[in-house]
């Protein structure tokens, strides 16, 4: 298989996949790391997420770690109530010592933010935090298995903005098409 086919089949299989695996979430719990797993602890975490204003981390690297010269980043990805996941994006942190902070605006009519630690160690090893997964910070309003909740949430829709998610669901064909078009081009060679 050449690299274009490669490519086509990964963006196939990163846009499908949000949708299947938002299905089996419970709607408003959030995912945290167990400070006992994790080389970090959270300083500061906005809880919840809201629509277009900032949603802040900050955390703290464990001493041991600090001393022996690992870095961290940190990656966040916003998904939307219609089901779809922007890609990951690494962000650029504030660093003060063993800290590390980012603030992002989630988009509107977003159901979650994940967010996971990078952590790359002196010898050049990398690890994720968690592995294979995601933390999770549900939004103040949220669409789960056709269940609105949050606090600014009503039963159909969202309080904010008062258009309940009708231009987020635009993403949806785009992202559909896209899909279409990424397999008409594989077929073609």
């Given at each position: 298989m ?12 990163t846009?499908l ?8 979430l ?5 995912n945290?790391?167990?400070?006992s797993e ?9 809880n919840?997420?809201v ?5 802040n ?8 770690v ?10 966040t ?22 800290n ?9 009519d ?5 967010w996971?630690?990078?952590?790359e160690?002196e010898?050049g090893d ?10 999770k ?5 949220w ?9 600014d949430?009503?039963?159909d829709?969202?309080?904010?903005g008062?258009?309940?998610g009708?231009?987020p669901?635009?993403a949806?064909?785009t ?6 078009m ?8």
């Open positions: 050449n690299g274009r086919h490669l490519t086509s089949m990964m963006l196939i299989v846009l996949l949000p949708l299947v695996a938002g299905s089996s419970t709607g408003g719990v959030d945290n790391p167990d400070e994790v080389p970090f602890s959270i300083i500061e975490r906005t919840p997420s629509d277009g204003k900032d949603w981390i900050e955390i703290r690297m464990d001493d041991d600090y001393a022996n010269g690992t870095t961290f980043m940190i990656t990805q916003v998904c939307t109530n219609d089901g779809v996941c922007d890609p990951p994006v690494p962000q650029e942190a504030v660093v003060d010592g063993q590390y902070a980012i603030s992002i605006k989630p988009k509107s977003h159901t979650y933010v994940n996971r630690v990078n952590a160690y010898n990398k690890e994720n935090f968690p592995q294979g997964d995601w933390f910070t549900w939004s103040s309003c669409l789960n298995n056709d269940v609105w909740g949050g606090a949430s009503t039963d829709g969202c309080k904010v008062g258009d309940n009708i231009l669901g635009f949806l064909p992202i559909l098409g896209s899909i279409v990424a397999i008409a081009y594989y077929r073609r060679d």
